[in-house]
């Protein structure tokens, strides 16, 4: 149709019937055939002085230290109300206590993500507390030991395993189900780099992050028409109390590893944060099922 509209236009105007009162007719005709008659996006309407993430409900596994714990301080400093778990109830409890001392809102809730009812129990004492999960950042993993296939053991596989991917699947399980109650919300997955390439003698961390990033991928696939956004980012090394106990299992520094990556040094918590939020924010409305680099260029090589 768009054609034949074009072909008339052309016509008229060679043959002399293209006044302007035509010319507006026939583009009228024209723009209400393209029209496109989806709905426009929903305009962010918080204009809060206090944050962006104002009156925002934010869940985050494993945020007792390392990037979880920046990611739960930078959403509380940017008025969200943050509800966290970890294993580690002493430091949960002083995360917790130093944001409410900067005057943030944040609860710590003891809960192991390898264990269902503990992870349905977070969700369900999220939403009695607060009403809702807007966003959800499933942040907590394990390491695993630095040892080849043959001399890994069952027991460390299902641990890394189960708490790396199992723990993200049961986390979405019950985030997901809540969010379609209130028509809206944003996941993010905490995968890696090792998500992306091999790195001898880490089998089992490895494999649970590429499970990770495919199993963002098909719930985002599955979700994304109703308006719940679902990624996942890959940091690399990263000054974390997890990054530091690898390197001494490795028997090497801040130093060497940093020479891996383009950038020369190693990324800081805080950057992470910063793109956990941006990724969470009214801005982008049309990232789904994808996985953000943040190793500072290691996957550009």
């Not at 768009?2 to 009228?28: C, E, F």
């Not at 917790?96 to 001392?101: E, G, H, L, P, V």
């Not at 790396?164 to 399980?173: D, E, P, Q, R, V």
């Not at 990770?212 to 696939?221: D, F």
Request: aromatic share 6%; glycine share 8%.
């Amino acid at each position: 149709m768009t054609r034949k509209l074009n072909a008339m236009n052309r016509r008229r105007l060679i043959l002399g019937g293209g006044t302007i009162a035509g010319v507006a007719a026939i583009a009228n005709v024209t723009a209400k055939a393209q029209a496109n008659p989806q709905p426009p996006l929903p305009q962010a309407t918080d204009t809060s002085s206090r944050g962006r993430f104002s009156g925002k409900v934010v869940l985050i596994t494993g945020a007792t230290s390392g990037i979880g714990e920046a990611t739960a301080k930078a959403f509380a400093k940017e008025g969200a109300i943050v509800h966290f778990c970890g294993r580690r109830e002493a430091l949960g409890a002083q995360v917790a206590q130093s944001i409410r001392a900067t005057g943030g809102q944040a609860t710590y809730q003891k809960a192991d993500i390898r264990r269902e009812q503990e992870i349905r129990s977070l969700v369900e004492t999220c939403v009695a507390k607060y009403g809702r999960i807007d966003i959800a950042f499933n942040n907590a993993g394990i390491e695993s030991k630095p040892l080849t296939v043959a001399e890994q053991s069952l027991e460390d596989w299902m641990n890394v395993m189960t708490t790396n991917a199992t723990g993200t699947f049961l986390s979405m399980k019950y985030e997901i189900p809540i969010m379609l109650q209130q028509g809206s919300g944003v996941i993010i997955n905490n995968a890696s780099v090792s998500g992306h390439v091999g790195f001898a003698t880490i089998a089992p961390y490895s494999a649970s992050k590429h499970a990770i990033m495919s199993l963002t991928k098909v719930a985002a696939l599955e979700y994304a028409d109703k308006n719940i956004r679902i990624n996942s980012l890959s940091p690399g090394a990263v000054d974390t109390p997890m990054l530091r106990r690898a390197l001494a299992a490795w028997n090497t520094n801040f130093e060497t590893v940093a020479q891996e990556y383009p950038i020369k040094r190693i990324v800081q918590v805080d950057e992470i944060a910063k793109t956990v939020l941006w990724l969470s924010s009214a801005d982008p409305t049309c990232i789904v099922g994808t996985d953000i680099d943040v190793t500072g260029g290691y996957l550009t090589k």
